[in-house]
T-cell receptor
């Protein structure tokens, strides 16, 4: 199946700093990428939909000024957590859509564990 | 309001037997359904999918069944192996997959040797 990478896999930062997470589709081009976060023992929560060359669409309750998303190319989307606080500590996962038998199928990256001290 | 429900938070199955994971949905606009497998601290891995025009899709040990009238789908794993132990998420999408996925809360499968 399609391969999606994320970098870094884990990051520890001080409160107030900004953290950038990269999501890349390695063997396909993705016009649409998605960003999720997952809290312990919970399901994935969609944060935003990232479209190449246009502004991201944020889900209700997700602060667009705090979680900056840039989708500059067909293979790269970035999520920047600005002025991170301890409550932003979470597992962030991206996905990218590729066409499988005529259907848009999401393939996920390995995730990024963020810990804000 | 949960549009995709996995009512069993956990399931234990003996190695070699069949594992059946269930999923129900409420939104009749969903036309594409996917199953993902997830280990802790890793991203979900795509397993198998089915479109609403089919009622069954098979890939190796994995088979997904869709009952549109009941708004129910299930994932069958046979024979179950210890390496199948993970959390399984059911997900649904509308418009041939062009809308964001809606996930269930997951079912933790434990395959006992």
């Amino acid at each position: 199946g399609a391969v999606v990478s994320q970098h870094p896999s884990r990051v520890i930062c001080k409160s107030g700093t900004s953290v950038k997470i990269e999501c890349r589709s390695l063997d396909f081009q993705a016009t649409t990428m998605f960003w999720y976060r997952q809290f312990p023992k919970q399901s994935l929560m969609l944060m935003a939909t990232s479209n190449e060359g246009s502004k991201a669409t944020y889900e209700q309750g997700v602060e667009k000024d705090k979680f900056l998303i840039n989708h500059a190319s067909l293979t790269l989307s970035t999520l920047t957590v600005t002025s991170a606080h301890p409550e932003d500590s979470s597992f962030y996962i991206c996905s990218a859509s590729d066409v499988l038998q005529g259907f848009e199928t999401q393939y996920f990256g390995p995730g990024t564990r963020l810990l804000v001290l | 309001d949960q549009q995709v429900k996995q009512n069993s938070p956990s399931l234990s199955v003996q190695e070699g037997r069949i594992s059946i994971l269930n999923c129900d949905y409420t939104n009749s606009m969903f036309d594409y359904f996917l199953w993902y497998k997830k280990y802790p601290a890793e991203g979900p891995t795509f397993l198998i999918s089915i479109s609403s025009i089919k009622d069954k899709n098979e890939d190796g040990r994995f088979t997904v069944f869709l009952n549109k009238s009941a708004k129910h789908l299930s994932l069958h794993i046979v024979p179950s192996q210890p390496g199948d132990s993970a959390v399984y998420f059911c997900a649904a999408s509308a418009n041939s997959g062009n809308t964001p996925l809606v996930f269930g809360k997951g079912t933790r499968l434990s395959v006992i040797a």
